[in-house]
């Protein structure tokens, strides 16, 4: 054996047994007097490596590419070496000429992808992934950074597919010995495909963009089944557990909702989302119930208290958080605790005067209250911040009307009609003013405006509506539109008497 093999040996062996910076010497040495030995020059490319100087590993290769500039291997390293150290045009280039030598490589078909990706190319780069893959089709890498592109880019139908094709196709591929590098003495252990392996958690990965498209697209169904199955990869189950919760709440699975948010925060007791969403998920119960009961009962109060309990937490360590002070003033507004609510709300505006939602409740309170001129007041400065608020133009409109001056009250409510023109609450409180002062055509007009769906989703009950209607109708003279709206009305209240007796009215003026 000679000398210079001797050398290369011995740096070989220095390698292996962790002794980097001295490997360096030998190759140092070894590639100063033997400039051709390409061998030497890629071994010192990965002792480089080792010691973190990517810079110093990629000038290997451009000195091996000097007296080799067709070596396709050489101009790989390079690309990949440069695009680790942010030389992206570089590293595009090398890959380039590596493909002109080299075009049927899955490995460089990939490696352009990836620059490509890092270039946010990404259209590019996805047609470069699905090039490795009809080349070689169980290069996971590929398929990941691919299946990466759509999520980043939104299209996530042609994700849902690929996802489930690239599970079928690999996940009986996992936790397999990698094949024997057969690059070991080209340095090809830095970054060859061969010595790697599909582990569960690129699996994993598959099944977190799969669920995440399925929640962007609205079926949440399908997305609950899938974050179940990542649960069995044991992989941040917390983010899996807080995710299923959002998806179970859209589900309307709030007890489900609120078991996922639970163990969320047994996993990461500090994930302030999942707190955050615990609290919220107990309060739509608290209110789903409220609706249900009519009422606070035992449950609602319990319900309440426990979403409350969950916010104060979070307060605790943010105590200037808005949405949970806003949240907590809302809680403490059904369970009648106007004080608390009142501090809770004034605490928003003290950190953030111009959080108009605030204003509309306190001004509420102070309307419930009977102090028509502090609600007014609340709602003036409210109107200075959010002249195009249609909840604040209604209130206003209400508020006037309850102080007896109608003309104002009915600029207001026009004023909100103007500025949404489905919302019914204007409609109604404008059918309200014109039934009192008998304006019966004017009152037609208004609550013909209002629909069923619409006026049940605002809080209006489509029974006194209809009740407003038929009698506004009646009055002026539209009997038979009159009996066909409290027919209808009938349907809806067949125990009310009254009802019944005023289509026998309609139906003897009729005759």
């Known amino acids: 054996m000679n000398h210079t093999d001797k050398r290369y040996e011995q740096g070989k062996a220095l390698l292996s047994e962790g002794r980097n910076d001295e490997a360096i010497t030998v190759f140092e040495a070894l590639t100063q007097d033997m400039p051709k030995f390409k061998k030497a020059w890629e071994k010192l490319s990965y002792a480089y490596v080792n010691s973190g ?29 440069e ?28 490696t352009k992808g990836f620059i490509l990706y890092r270039k946010k190319r990404l259209n590019e780069a996805i047609s470069w992934f699905d090039t490795a893959l009809d080349l070689d089709p169980f290069f996971f890498a590929a398929a990941d950074y691919k299946c990466l592109c759509l999520m980043t880019l939104g299209i996530y139908d042609e994700l849902i597919l690929s996802c489930r094709e690239y599970i079928d196709r690999f996940e009986d591929f ?38 995440f498209s399925y929640m962007k697209l609205g079926a949440f169904r399908q997305a609950e089944e899938i974050l179940k199955k990542e649960l069995d990869f044991d992989y941040e189950k917390s983010r899996v557990y807080y995710y299923l919760g959002l998806v179970q709440n859209a ?5 489900q909702a609120v078991s996922s948010y639970l163990l969320s925060l047994e996993n990461e007791p500090d994930f302030t989302a999942a707190r955050i969403n615990l609290g919220s998920v107990y309060a739509k119960r608290a209110e789903a119930e409220l609706k249900k009961a009519g009422r606070i009962t035992v449950e609602v109060n319990d319900l309440f208290k426990k979403s409350l309990s969950a916010f104060e937490i979070i307060l605790a360590a943010e ?10 003033g809302k809680i403490y507004l059904e369970l009648g605790d106007l004080s608390d609510a009142e501090k809770a709300f ?14 509309e409740y306190l001004a509420k309170m102070k309307f419930n209250a009977g102090d028509y001129e502090a609600a007014l007041s609340f709602l003036s400065d409210a109107q200075v911040k959010d002249p195009f608020n249609y909840e604040i133009m209604n209130l206003t409109g209400v508020i006037y009307s309850k102080k007896g001056d109608n003309e104002f009250a009915l600029k207001c409510l026009t004023r909100a009609e103007m500025l949404d023109p489905v919302c019914p609450k204007a409609h109604y409180n404008k059918a309200l003013i014109f039934m009192k002062e008998e304006r019966f055509l004017e009152a037609v007009a208004a609550l013909s405006q209002i629909q069923e769906t619409d006026a049940e989703e605002n809080g209006i009950s489509y029974a006194k509506v209809l009740s407003f ?10 009997v038979d539109e009159a009996l066909a709206v409290f027919e209808q009305l009938l349907k809806m209240t067949p125990d009310d008497e009254s009802v019944s007796e005023m289509i026998s009215v309609l139906k003897n003026e009729q005759d």
């Open 53 to 81: 100087r990517l810079k110093d590993a990629a000038r290997c290769y451009e000195e091996i590419l000097i007296r080799y500039p067709k070596d396709t291997f050489a101009l790989y390293q390079k690309s990949v070496l």
């Open 83 to 110: 695009e680790k150290t942010g030389q992206l045009d570089s590293a595009l280039e090398s890959i380039e000429k590596a493909l002109k030598y080299g075009p049927e490589n899955a490995e460089y078909l990939y």
């Open 174 to 211: 996992t936790e397999h010995a990698p094949a024997e590098a057969e690059y070991n003495e080209r340095g090809g252990e830095l970054f060859g495909k061969d010595s790697e392996m599909i582990k569960k958690e690129d699996i994993w990965h598959l099944y977190s963009y799969l669920s």
């Open 251 to 255: 589900l309307g699975k709030y007890e």
């Open 319 to 328: 105590p200037e958080n808005l949405s949970i002070l806003y949240q907590v």
């Open 346 to 359: 004034n605490d928003v505006l003290r950190l953030d005067p111009g959080f108009v939602p605030v204003y």
């Open 469 to 478: 209607y038929g009698t506004a109708l009646q009055n002026i003279g539209k």
